[in-house]
């Protein structure tokens, strides 16, 4: 008696990968310098952006714009990250998105990446934009440097299943590159020209992954 076996398509395998990764993920923190509550938009005269006190129990709050400040032209890849709606879209997956905002001020790097470390060491997934610096020449700072206290956490700790996404308006080749270089002390791989893995045991479980920077949050999220 023969039985028959159903292997599943790709797409169909994708999209089982998918909702099992989707049941497994509890937690996603994400970090951006250009972060606020409210209605979408492109750019914002950040003076006449209120965050109100929420009056549900969201605890998300909305926000006020002068619509006179709105710019609507093409979109603008260094555009703010609406919170709100980044979180709305991890809620429909029963997943919990916690974000911060970069520190302002001489020490704003170095404060920004200790906080990022602390509430992301036990998170699912860590999302950084790559661009976070005033300074250009300093473009991807706070991420390696949040990336360098990760792993070290995960060494002294024996390892940890962990996925950093890096999203950046830049070549994502070049920015590869880049990772691979500065985290040089940690040995990293290549991989698919999109994403970085390493051969330490304490760090098997660990992936980043770099992908373009796009004005759509749900895709992002997906």
Same mark, same amino acid.
């Given at each position: 008696?023969?039985?028959?076996?159903?292997?599943?398509?790709?797409?169909?395998?994708?999209?089982?990968?998918?909702?099992?990764?989707?049941?497994?993920?509890?937690?996603?923190?994400?970090?951006?310098?250009?972060?606020?509550?409210?209605?979408?938009?492109?750019?914002?005269?950040?003076?006449? /952006?209120?965050?109100?006190?929420?009056?549900?129990?969201?605890?998300?709050? *909305?926000?006020?714009?002068?619509?006179?400040?709105?710019?609507?032209? =093409?979109?603008?890849?260094?555009?703010?990250?609406?919170?709100?709606?980044?979180? =709305?879209?991890?809620?429909?997956?029963?997943? /919990?998105?916690?974000?911060?905002?970069?520190?302002?001020?001489?020490?704003?790097?170095?404060?920004?990446?200790?906080?990022?470390?602390?509430?992301?060491?036990? =998170?699912?997934?860590?999302?950084?934009?790559?661009?976070?610096?005033?300074?250009?020449?300093?473009?991807?700072?706070?991420?390696?440097?949040?990336?360098?206290?990760?792993? =070290?956490?995960?060494?002294?700790?024996?390892?940890? /299943?962990?996925?950093?996404?890096?999203?950046?308006?830049?070549?994502?080749?070049?920015?590869?590159?880049?990772?691979?270089?500065?985290?040089?002390?940690?040995?990293? *791989?290549?991989?698919?020209?999109?994403?970085?893995?390493?051969?330490?045991?304490?760090?098997?479980?660990?992936?980043?992954?770099?992908?373009?920077?796009?004005?759509?949050?749900?895709?992002?999220?997906?």
């Amino acid at each position: 008696m023969s039985s028959q076996v159903q292997v599943p398509t790709p797409q169909n395998f994708f999209d089982e990968s998918r909702l099992i990764a989707e049941r497994f993920i509890q937690t996603v923190v994400a970090v951006d310098d250009n972060i606020f509550f409210g209605e979408h938009h492109n750019s914002v005269n950040h003076s006449d /952006l209120l965050v109100q006190v929420p009056d549900d129990e969201s605890g998300l709050g *909305t926000s006020s714009v002068d619509t006179h400040n709105l710019n609507l032209d =093409a979109p603008d890849l260094n555009s703010d990250l609406n919170y709100q709606e980044l979180s =709305a879209c991890f809620a429909d997956k029963s997943i /919990l998105c916690s974000a911060l905002k970069v520190y302002e001020g001489d020490n704003g790097e170095q404060q920004t990446i200790d906080a990022t470390f602390n509430i992301s060491k036990k =998170a699912d997934i860590t999302i950084l934009d790559w661009q976070m610096e005033s300074e250009p020449s300093n473009f991807g700072n706070i991420t390696i440097g949040v990336i360098r206290k990760l792993l =070290a956490y995960d060494l002294n700790n024996k390892g940890s /299943l962990r996925l950093i996404l890096i999203y950046t308006s830049a070549p994502i080749v070049d920015i590869v590159q880049d990772l691979s270089e500065r985290l040089g002390e940690l040995e990293p *791989t290549i991989e698919n020209e999109s994403s970085i893995k390493f051969s330490n045991d304490s760090l098997k479980l660990c992936r980043i992954f770099v992908i373009n920077k796009t004005e759509n949050i749900q895709q992002l999220v997906d």
